[in-house]
């Protein structure tokens, strides 16, 4: 087992006793630092960013340099996997991640590459190594992948997109073309995710950003139960601890109760969910991570340290909570206005513990 200097993210994920609630953010190396913006131009694309491993590390450790977080997390992107796939990810300004080739029939799926983490991605391998030398057992260092249900859909639509009418229509009318291209991307994130808990990734977190956009039934049969697939298949170890796994799905919040019985050790709650009835819903099953509104960065130092008191407040008395943002931080988010959400998480949460 390696030294962590601070292990209390992992503890508070397995609901142990902590002194205080740990704290990070989605997207906390991203465009609201201007150190990251000067780091993406010396790299010339965001993804050219991404497949460097000496620059990706370097923006991974920016908000661990001005805020005392409790965790990194790998700087990368979830289209990364169809990307490796053979889909030909780009990104058009303004428009967002594009892909020249989509699946949308038998043939199609038959084309893609047959893909090997280590290998394929090894970029990704190299970034995570390069980061856990360079944090050097200051915090842990989360690794991550899309859910197959929403790699899928950007597969399957091209990009993004505003009613998911192509994947949903696959998913509704040919459900086992949809169920061979999800089991594909089930086995690839298993593989994906356990080459990153090899090369280094200590937790890794499951971004289902758009289960959400489901219905009931559609979330257990297209999303969710690829997700527990992956769980299930995944090293139960990292570094001779236990491997914790978030599940996050946006717009998730009505199918805790199910997300709960995943396999997963936490589940992250978006900021339309109340995380006091999350609580009292999943009971000591699950750790919850979660869950301000990103738009509350908006508002002033001392609104956010009233929303944060709020939130710890909701939560109560003990463990297994690690606050965060209900979903990533937004690019115009002025800096300061984090320290004052790091800040108040630091000295309200001890009461709570």
Request: glycine share 10%; proline share 5%.
């Amino acid at each position: 087992m390696s030294e962590l200097n601070n292990d209390r993210f992992l503890r508070a994920l397995l609901r142990q006793p902590v002194d205080r609630t740990p704290v990070w953010m989605m997207r906390q190396a991203g465009r609201y630092l201007p150190e990251y913006r000067s780091t993406r131009e010396q790299a010339g694309s965001f993804l050219d960013l991404c497949k460097n491993a000496e620059l990706a590390c370097e923006v991974t450790l920016q908000p661990l340099r001005r805020y005392p977080m409790d965790a990194a997390i790998l700087f990368s992107d979830i289209l990364t996997v169809p990307d490796a796939l053979g889909l030909g990810l780009y990104f058009e300004e303004g428009e967002g991640p594009r892909f020249r080739k989509t699946v949308r029939s038998e043939a199609d799926l038959a084309g893609l590459n047959s893909i090997k983490a280590d290998d394929d991605l090894a970029y990704v391998m190299h970034a995570v190594r390069t980061i856990r030398r360079e944090l050097n057992g200051a915090v842990p260092l989360i690794g991550f992948s899309g859910s197959p249900w929403t790699l899928a859909t950007y597969m399957v639509e091209g990009g993004s997109s505003k009613d998911f009418s192509r994947v949903k229509a696959m998913a509704y009318d040919r459900p086992r073309l949809m169920h061979q291209l999800l089991q594909l991307l089930a086995d690839t994130v298993t593989d994906y995710l356990s080459a990153q808990v090899r090369a280094g990734a200590q937790v890794v977190q499951i971004f289902d950003t758009w289960g959400g956009a489901l219905s009931t039934a559609g979330y257990r049969e297209f999303s969710l139960a690829y997700i527990t697939r992956i769980i299930q298949r995944l090293p139960c170890e990292a570094d001779g601890r236990p491997l914790p796994v978030i599940a996050f799905t946006k717009g998730g919040g009505q199918w805790l109760e199910d997300i709960a019985g995943c396999g997963a050790q936490a589940i992250g709650l978006d900021w339309t969910a109340d995380i006091g009835s999350a609580r009292r819903l999943v009971g000591d099953r699950v750790a919850l991570q979660g869950n301000m509104d990103p738009a509350m960065l908006l508002a002033s130092p001392a609104r956010i340290r009233e929303e944060v008191a709020s939130i710890l407040s909701a939560y109560g008395v003990g463990g297994g909570h690690i606050f965060n943002l209900g979903h990533g931080i937004t690019p115009g988010v002025n800096p300061d206005h984090v320290t004052a959400f790091v800040d108040a998480v630091q000295e309200l949460s001890p009461e709570y513990h």
